[in-house]
């Protein structure tokens, strides 16, 4: 099948049909109505708005829907203000025939989360933003949630097509797991996937690019500067440490895939030239980990398939997702003492806890690095506290031979890193 069939068995596929739609357009409407008239009963000045996919007619089907609800606060109000303020509107927060679990999450504006009782797998996340006329006036980059609905919508109505594109992209990086601005995933946000459609008209022209390019990608979707020498002079040293600079066209200051790492997109290059060479509709679905790859893998190299599970005390979310993968770095530097990791892979899908899968060949001998032969007095230190030790590349070493079990070494692990594990707010770690 050939790449413009299988895209367009994609769009059918992730596509919402008109029912789908009106129902979740439906429910988001009485929230948005009862949000109104509580903001109006309180006396508060504030309008809310619709954001994200659903705004932007952008979503596309999948097993949970989060739907952005942004409360316009007037520029009057401090942040303390608007702390207070949305801490009023959720006391006792009600809509009329039905009923939502309501949790308040933490970030650089708390924000709430509505979840209705009858369809845990929706969600609408109420976060608070200012009401300003232009972007420069934002204090948070949440205020620029309004501005870059409406741009996306203005260049949708000039391009009707640029709505399946757009969908196509989504759907092909959450298959590749490239999908999403977190800390723990620093891949592509949906407002950076939609405005790299914006900029190269398809989806189609937009991997070919990315798999065919070297070096850094600069794109200046409305050409707010003269040229890409002058955004490299003219842009925060911060902002350019992302792969790709894709200039904000709402506001130019801002880098809009600045969350991406190089780990990321050159995941996602691969992927891209993968496809292309051999596409297929399997790229676009989001399987987890392959659980039969690594079982596979590890009884060919005659290794060890083990799987950790790690729990946090930490927000779900962002927060324990970023906590956690920081953690899994800590485990396996320490695994790797004991154990050659042939692969690894980090799999956080929400909640609390996380996975961390590893094929492992065990070492015969673990080797402790001494200082270089030439600082006598630490190499005095180091022969008293290893008396079997050996030279080489100009530095003292030694060598001690282990036999430690997958299970040993977690006891291990758990025993010598306690404190540690109590600092970065992980609860437990087990072999599952």
Not at 208 to 214: P, Q, W
Not at 258 to 271: H, I, M, P, Q, R
Not at 340 to 368: C, P, Q, T
Not at 372 to 401: L, R, V
């Amino acid at each position: 099948m050939g790449i413009s069939n299988i895209l367009k068995e994609e769009v059918e596929r992730i596509k919402l049909s008109d029912e789908e739609l009106s129902n979740l357009s439906e429910i988001t409407k009485e929230v948005v109505s009862s949000l109104d008239k509580k903001i109006k009963r309180l006396g508060i000045k504030a309008s809310v708005f619709v954001g994200g996919s659903l705004a932007k007619n952008t979503i596309i089907r999948k097993k949970k829907y989060d739907i952005d609800l942004f409360i316009r606060f007037d520029s009057k109000y401090t942040e303390e203000d608007i702390k207070k303020q949305m801490k009023r509107i959720f006391f006792w927060f009600r809509i009329p025939k039905h009923k939502f679990k309501l949790k308040k999450i933490h970030g650089s504006r708390d924000y709430y989360q509505l979840i209705p009782r009858f369809n845990k797998n929706l969600s609408f996340e109420i976060i608070p933003n200012l009401k300003i006329n232009k972007p420069s006036e934002a204090r948070n980059i949440t205020d620029l949630s309004y501005f870059h609905v409406n741009y996306i919508k203005k260049k949708a109505q000039k391009n009707k097509k640029l709505i399946e594109q757009i969908m196509l992209a989504k759907s092909f990086c959450h298959g590749q797991k490239c999908y999403g601005a977190e800390s723990y995933i620093k891949g592509f946000s949906g407002y950076a996937l939609e405005l790299l459609i914006v900029y190269f008209k398809n989806f189609e022209n937009f991997i070919e690019t990315i798999s065919k390019t070297d070096g850094k990608i600069i794109m200046d979707v409305e050409k707010l500067y003269k040229s890409n020498e002058e955004i490299i002079k003219e842009l925060n040293p911060s902002k350019k440490e992302s792969p790709i600079i894709l200039i904000d066209p709402t506001f130019k200051e801002r880098n809009a895939a600045g969350a991406l790492s190089v780990e990321t997109y050159n995941k996602f290059k691969d992927s891209c030239k993968k496809f292309l060479k051999s596409p297929s509709l399997e790229f676009f679905e989001n399987k987890g980990v392959n659980i039969a790859h690594f079982d596979n893998t590890a009884k060919e190299l005659n290794g060890i398939f083990a799987v950790f599970e790690v729990k946090t005390k930490k927000q779900e979310g962002d927060i324990a997702g970023s906590k956690m993968l920081k953690f899994s770095k800590v485990f396996s530097n320490e695994l790797k003492n004991y154990f050659d990791i042939l692969e690894e892979e980090f799999d956080y899908w929400g909640e609390k806890k996380a996975n961390i899968y590893y094929v492992l060949k065990r070492k015969s001998e673990i080797v402790f690095e001494g200082p270089s032969i030439h600082y006598h007095e630490a190499a005095e230190k180091f022969k008293k506290a290893h008396p079997i030790w050996y030279i080489q590349n100009g530095k003292i070493k030694a060598a001690k031979p282990v036999d430690l079990s997958v299970n040993e070494f977690l006891k291990y692990f758990n025993k010598k890193f306690r404190k540690t594990m109590r600092e970065m707010s992980i609860k437990k770690v087990k072999l599952i």
